[in-house]
């Protein structure tokens, strides 16, 4: 079982930026694949970014394209994705979730989401 909680969101002005982190309970986050997704109003949810146990990443290629950054510290068992230079189209709620990359179940635990919201 893993508990996922994440923070860092809030309001900021357009071009600014945000950290947001997802701390994990759990003896073996350091082997799952880590991925942030969002929701915005309306839409459906999206992926942004994900990140497995040696680090590699990947990023949807049409969502906060080059501006964003997944990482992880697998002491602190907590992954962050910095994000830059935010346009309003990036308000939503982001959340953070965990995929055994054994079990073929893909992500199977979520957290409970953090709002970020981008004016203009």
């Known amino acids: 079982q893993v508990q996922l909680v994440e923070s860092g969101g809030g309001l900021v002005q357009a071009g600014g930026s945000l950290r947001l982190s997802c701390a994990a309970s759990?003896?073996?986050?350091?082997?799952?694949?880590m991925g942030w997704f969002r929701q915005a109003p309306g839409k459906e949810r999206e992926f942004v970014a994900a990140?497995?146990?040696?680090?590699?990443?990947?990023y949807s290629p049409d969502v906060v394209k080059e501006r964003a950054t997944i990482s992880r510290d697998n002491a602190q068992n907590t992954v962050y994705l910095q994000m830059n230079s935010l346009k309003p189209e990036d308000t939503a709620v982001y959340y953070c979730?965990?995929?055994?990359?054994?079990?073929?179940?893909?992500?199977?635990?979520w957290g409970q989401g953090t709002q970020v919201t981008v004016s203009s």
């Open positions: 990140i497995n146990w040696s680090g590699t990443t990947t």
């Open positions: 759990g003896r073996t986050f350091s082997s799952y694949t």
């Open positions: 979730a965990a995929a055994n990359p054994t079990s073929g179940q893909g992500y199977r635990y």
